[in-house]
C-alpha cells in the first residue's frame, strides 16, 4: 500500500494516542474514472487503515456516493449529510478517512472551504490513506498541489469526454435515449413496430394539410403516450417532424439541448446504422410544409412583459385549470387545449368576459355576503403563510426527533438535551399559535376588516371601468384582490375567490 513507508514508523505510543478515536469513512465512486476502486474494496483499506491507527469507523459513520462527479459537492447527497452529521456537537468522529483526496473534492474552491471548515472550527481532520502528508509547511504546499492536480485532471477529462462524443456523433453512433417509434438493442435504435405506424401516420397526416394541435389530439384520443409517458402537444409533434432519425440519421449538439433551435450551427447530423421509418420524399415534403407555416406564422413580436388585455391571465378553464390565453383577435381560449392537452375549448370573445367579470364584481360588492379566501389577512409578506407555517412545525418535529434519538446515543449531555429541547418546544407552541391565527376565519361581525375589503373592491372597480388606467394598472389592480376566476362555458358561469391581501 502507498501508505506502508508511514506504518513502519509509526510508534506504539503513537499508536496508544490514537486509540478509541472515532472516524467517518468517505468514499464516492463516479463514472468518470474506470481505473478507481470499488465502493467495497475503498471500505476495506479504510477499516484496514482505521484498525491500524487506532480508529473506529462505525456504520451509521460511513458516507458512499456512487455514480457521482466530484466537480460539484452539492450533487452529492451523502456528501452534504456528512458536513451536516460534522457540525453536531460534540463532534461526532476526529477525522474523516478517504481512499484519495480526489474522493473529497476536484474542485478546489469547495475542497479548500470543507477542508478548512472541518480542520479549523470543528477539530476533524481530512486523511487520504493513500496519499500521506503530515502537518508541516511542505504537506500543505503538497495537498494544495494534490488538489490542483485532481482539479486539471477532472477539466481535462471533461473535455475528453465531449471530444469523444461529438466524435462518435460524427460517426452516427447513438449517444441519447431512442425518440418516440424506436428501442435500443446493443446500442442500436430498433423500429417499434406500435409506434413506427404511428410516426409515418404522423408523417402523412402533416404533408396531407392537418395541423401539429389536431395530430396532438388525435394521439391523445387513442390513448397513445410519450416515452416519458406524457401527454403529446403541438410542440411535440413540431419536434417529431423535424427530427432527422426518422429517415436514419442521428443528430447531437456538442453544446447542449438544441430544443427547437433545429437551425443551430452547432448542430452534427450524421448518418446512423438504423432502419428509416419514412422515405427521404416524405422527409422533404414534410420539412418544406413546416417551414411554410413557420413563414406563415411567425413568432410573437410581443415583448415578454407587454401585456395584451387586463384580463390577461385571470381567468382559468372549469376542465383542467389551465389558463385561458388570447387567440384569435378578440377572443381566449383554454391553452392546454391550444396544445392538445384539454379536450374544451372554452373560446369566448374577451369583450363578453370582461363585461361579465365587472358585473360580476359589481353584484359581490352589493351584496351584504360574499364568499371570501382569505389568502393572508395579517401582514406579513409570505403569499400563504399556513402552509409555510405548516412546513416550519414539521421541521421542528423532526429537529425534536432527531435530538432525542442523538440523546439515546449518548450525543448530549442531560444538560444540554433538556436546554435545547425547551428551546424547541417553546419554538414548536410560539408556531402553533401562529397557525392559529393564520387559519383563524373572518367573522361576520368583524365590520373593519369587511369594510376594508369592499374599499378594496370599489376600487378596483373604478380602475378596470376607467378609461383613463392603463392595461397594467388594470391587471394589477385585479390581481390584487383575486385569488382565482374559473370560467364555464357550458352554464355560463365565473367562480371567483378573492384574495384580500393587506387590506385598508
Avoid at 219 to 227: E, R, V
Avoid at 348 to 355: F, V
Wanted: hydrophobic share 35%.
Amino acid at each position: 500500500m502507498a501508505y506502508s513507508a508511514n506504518l513502519i514508523n509509526t510508534s506504539e505510543d503513537d499508536k496508544q494516542k490514537a486509540e478509541h478515536k472515532i472516524a467517518a469513512a468517505y468514499i464516492r465512486v463516479s463514472t468518470d474514472d474506470q481505473m478507481e476502486y470499488s465502493p467495497d474494496a475503498q471500505l476495506f483499506e479504510l477499516r484496514k487503515y482505521a484498525d491500524y491507527h487506532g480508529y473506529i469507523i462505525p456504520e451509521e459513520y460511513i458516507f458512499i456516493d456512487e455514480g457521482i462527479t466530484g466537480r460539484n459537492t452539492k450533487k452529492r447527497d451523502e456528501f452534504q449529510r456528512m458536513i451536516g452529521t460534522a457540525k453536531i456537537k460534540p463532534k461526532p468522529f476526529d477525522a474523516i478517512l478517504l481512499w484519495k483526496f480526489s474522493r473529497f473534492a476536484r474542485n478546489r474552491t469547495d475542497a479548500v472551504v470543507y477542508k478548512s471548515m472541518l480542520r479549523k472550527d470543528l477539530g476533524i481532520n481530512v486523511i487520504s490513506i493513500s496519499e500521506p502528508i503530515g502537518d508541516d509547511k511542505m504537506s500543505i504546499l503538497l495537498e494544495a498541489i494534490i488538489e490542483a492536480m485532481d482539479e486539471f485532471y477532472s477539466i481535462n477529462l471533461s473535455e475528453e469526454v465531449k471530444r469523444g462524443m461529438t466524435e462518435k456523433a460524427r460517426r452516427g453512433e447513438l449517444q441519447s435515449t431512442p425518440s418516440f417509434g424506436y428501442t435500443v438493442e446493443n446500442n442500436l435504435l430498433i423500429p417499434h413496430p406500435e409506434e413506427a405506424k404511428l410516426v409515418r401516420e404522423i408523417f402523412e397526416r402533416f404533408i396531407n394539410g392537418e395541423g401539429y394541435l389536431s395530430i396532438a389530439k388525435w394521439l391523445n384520443s387513442i390513448g397513445a403516450k410519450t416515452h416519458r409517458g406524457n401527454l403529446f402537444e403541438n410542440r411535440t409533434i413540431d419536434y417529431i417532424i423535424h427530427n432527422p432519425v426518422y429517415i436514419g440519421k442521428l443528430r447531437w449538439n456538442p453544446t447542449g439541448r438544441s430544443r427547437r433551435d433545429y437551425d443551430n450551427e452547432n448542430i452534427i447530423i450524421s448518418d446512423a446504422n438504423h432502419e428509416p421509418l419514412i422515405s427521404d420524399s416524405t422527409w422533404n415534403k414534410a420539412q418544406d410544409r413546416a417551414l411554410e407555416l413557420k413563414k406563415r406564422y411567425p413568432p410573437k413580436s410581443k415583448l415578454p412583459n407587454e401585456l395584451a388585455d387586463w384580463i390577461s391571465g385571470i381567468f382559468r378553464c372549469s376542465n383542467c385549470g389551465g389558463p385561458l390565453v388570447r387567440t384569435i383577435k378578440g377572443y381566449v381560449r383554454c391553452n392546454n387545449y391550444a396544445h392538445g392537452k384539454c379536450l374544451t375549448s372554452q373560446m369566448t370573445k374577451s369583450d363578453i368576459l370582461r363585461a361579465a367579470l365587472i358585473k360580476r364584481l359589481e353584484n359581490d360588492l352589493n351584496n351584504k355576503t360574499i364568499e371570501i379566501n382569505v389568502i393572508k389577512r395579517q401582514r406579513k409578506k409570505t403569499n400563504n403563510p399556513s402552509l409555510k407555517l405548516q412546513k416550519l412545525l414539521a421541521d421542528i418535529d423532526k429537529k425534536i426527533s432527531k435530538l432525542n434519538e442523538g440523546f439515546l446515543n449518548d450525543l448530549y449531555s442531560s444538560d444540554e438535551f433538556k436546554k435545547m429541547k425547551d428551546n424547541l418546544l417553546q419554538e414548536k407552541l410560539s408556531c402553533q399559535e401562529k397557525i392559529k391565527e393564520a387559519e383563524k376565519p373572518v367573522q361576520d361581525d368583524d365590520e373593519a376588516y369587511i369594510e376594508s375589503m369592499k374599499k378594496a373592491l370599489k376600487n378596483t372597480i373604478r380602475i378596470i371601468t376607467s378609461d383613463e388606467a392603463s392595461i397594467k394598472e388594470k391587471h394589477e389592480s385585479l390581481s390584487s384582490i383575486i385569488d382565482s376566476c374559473v370560467y364555464s362555458k357550458t352554464d355560463n358561469r365565473i367562480k371567483l375567490v378573492y384574495r384580500m391581501n393587506e387590506m385598508g
